[in-house]
């Protein structure tokens, strides 16, 4: 029985790039979640930039409470005044208002700073706005360029699905089952190329009756030292050479 060496070479490649392009399908998933985290990022800027100009709104609004009740209790003691007996009293009063009239003066000062901050955060926002726009506008280009790529992916995939599956009967079962078994065990990769005389994968040296058998092509033969199926490719300068003497008039485009 022939040995379907580029065939099986041909599955091997096939399996190779089915492989891959599962890896890169599999990990779509998760760049597109990362692409959402980073927008929700930059939402969650503008939220706490909206969180502290609310925290600024209400902490004026207490202040402004504050500065109402002392403005109130100064009003309070300026009408006692009418009715104090006393140069003491009436001393000790001018001393309250004065120290109510302090904090009336000290909290608008507060309040003063406040609405400066408001102002900066209310810059913030606009610009957090903005950097969230711009954010958006081009993570969205990324995700329609990850969703093109996962259709072509996907396309690909396909197309070499049904190639494999038209593969699979041209092999004889004997020696599908065993490139099978072997790729299983070896991540995948069930054949070793042979050029000279080593292994290409482990770099096994090949010993002359086996080297002999390889070029022949009449059985399996296992590397001696990874277990894969080797399959003889001629040295590229050979290959070169038959090309040149099956095509007499070709040009040799190294030379042009």
């Known amino acids: 029985m022939d040995i379907e060496f580029d065939k099986l070479k041909r599955l091997q490649d096939v399996d190779s790039e089915i492989n891959s392009i599962s890896s890169l399908l599999e990990a779509i998933p998760a760049g597109l979640e ?4 980073q927008i929700k ?5 503008v939220s706490h930039a909206k969180e502290k100009l609310s925290v600024n ?3 004026r609004r207490d202040l402004e409470g504050q500065v109402k009740d002392n403005k109130a209790q100064i009003a309070k003691f300026k009408r006692q005044l009418n009715d104090i007996k006393t140069n003491k009293e009436y ?3 001018l001393k309250e208002i004065e120290e109510s009239q302090q904090k009336v003066d000290k909290v608008e000062e507060e309040i003063l700073n406040e609405m400066i901050a408001a102002d900066e955060i209310e810059k913030e926002i606009k610009a957090a706005h903005q950097k969230r726009a711009e954010e958006e506008l081009r993570l969205k280009k990324e995700k329609e360029v990850i969703s093109q790529n996962q259709k072509e992916l996907e ?3 396909q197309i ?3 190639e494999r599956e038209s593969l699979i009967p041209q092999i004889p079962s004997d020696q599908l089952r065993l490139y099978l078994r072997i790729s299983k065990k070896m991540n995948g990769v069930g054949m070793s190329p042979v050029t000279d005389d080593f292994c290409s994968l482990c770099q096994m040296r090949i010993r002359p009756q086996l080297l002999n058998e390889l070029v022949e092509k009449k059985k399996i033969i296992l590397c001696e030292a990874c277990g894969r199926i080797l399959n003889w490719q001629k040295p590229r300068d050979e290959e070169e050479e038959e090309e040149k003497a099956d095509n007499p008039n070709k040009v040799d485009d190294s030379t042009a």
């Open 41 to 45: 990022a930059a939402s969650d800027v």
């Open 34 to 37: 990362a692409i959402d985290q």
């Open 91 to 93: 001393t000790s009063l």
């Open 160 to 162: 070499l699905v049904k």
């Open 57 to 59: 709104q209400k902490k």
């Open 155 to 157: 396309g690909k995939k």
